[in-house]
């Protein structure tokens, strides 16, 4: 029985026949599963009755419950005669442009944080189209769910070399199967129309060979951190891509993920005075040694390129510098099977313009832990979970008179693998440099070299001097 008809029954139990609509929206919990109902109907009513698909409706005006007809009644299961809601659309601007918000009536007070603007997803047909090569954990259990969230991605096309997932996957989706293929074919995703993007999600050795043949196909490519194994690579990637004329994106998902973004905002506008150093940290812990991670031919390296990435990116993000010096130590435990081929541990210090020292450490063996503080001359930031898929917490700290000032700060959050898409589909669409490029990437793997020859040599490694700010990055996302 739904939730509606018990709340019927009783109010009828209770009430006898004859009810009155106050005494029936009392006894039914304040009626709100009628009252979302009949508020529905009213609405489509309206909108069907008033303004024509497209034109422009700006504003509406609210329409009062005597219009929606407030003698009305309906039929309980029954047979009774239940009063009917008295439904209203409260006043609203409705711009004819998809790409506009909907501007509800505001309700709250400056008192509290305000809510808005409502979403504005693109219709299916005018999405960008994307084709996800690789069904592993990061496919399936963060990229094709993020889908459901994105406003200008969709989902088309499947390449794996497992028939039996991509037979799942894609009626999971409502991918069709003709758009599903192996890696063998596919060059084919060149005569599928609703494919506009390729995303590479394979071990990183496997990088530069799908983006080098996915850039042929004439297809934009949004490839997964870290970009290569090499800065050797990634220049051919860039040149790739260049060559055919297609989009090519990293996906540093930090970049697009709201309290970083925020942070690298009060930092660049100096709300606690300049940074003299950042703390970051980048670990967690892996069992299984047959992995592709723990492979040196597939993955390139061990903590560093995986995780100690997001420490090394986030900081050249946060600051918009480029380091000059790289000094690091590594280490793996001896005769320990997941460290035979691959660093377990990797602590790295960034030496950036003006003396500010970026102090990283990425680790392999323990408990999982992100975050990083940045110390600056009147205050510091620290993000928890900074490098994590969610729960993100911001705490600040500074001095007023004798008071110490600690600040936790909440704001909205967003699926950041939803925000990352939909840029690269925003660039597409409007013809525009991704926020983060091949240039990106390549800057990281010339670092990282470096970072590794530091840790052979037991030396600081000096780097080329950048001039200039955000210089490897594409204009701000939307
Ligand atoms: P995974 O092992 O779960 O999936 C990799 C998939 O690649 C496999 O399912 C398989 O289908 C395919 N594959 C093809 N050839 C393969 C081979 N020779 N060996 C192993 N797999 C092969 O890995 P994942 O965690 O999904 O990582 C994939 C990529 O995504 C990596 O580059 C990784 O760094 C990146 N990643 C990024 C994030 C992020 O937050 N942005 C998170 C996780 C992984």
Redesign the pocket.
Known sequence: MSLTNTLLTTVLREAGREVSRKQFLTLAGRGLAVGVTAGALASCQEQSSSTPAGAAATPTTGTPAADVDAATTYTAPDGQKIPSSEAASPPAQVPADVEKPIKLEEWKSDVDPQSGPTPTPLPPDRRVGYALV??????LE?LLPAFGECKKSKPVALV???PE?LKKVAAQYGIKPESCYS?ENYEKLKDNPEVKAIYI????S??AEYVIRGAQTGKHILC???MATSPEECQAMIDACNKAKVKLMI?Y?IQYEPYNRLVRDMIRDKKYGEVQYIQAQNSQSSANPD???HKKA?AGGGALP?IGLYCLNTTRFLLGTEPTEVFAYSYSTPGNPLFKEVEEMMTFQLRFPNGIIADNITHYNTHDSRFYRVNTKRGWLHLNNAYA?QGQQLQTSHAEGKAKMENHITIPTKNQ?AAEMDHFSACILDNKKPHTPGEEGLQDHRIMAAIYQSAREGRPVKLPAVQGTDVFRGPEPA
Do not use: C, I, Q
């Open positions: 690789g069904l592993g954990h990061l496919t963060e794996s070399g497992s997932k890696y999600v394979l071990p990183n496997m990088h997964e951190k870290p996906a998902r992995h592709w991670r597939l995986d898929y693998f």
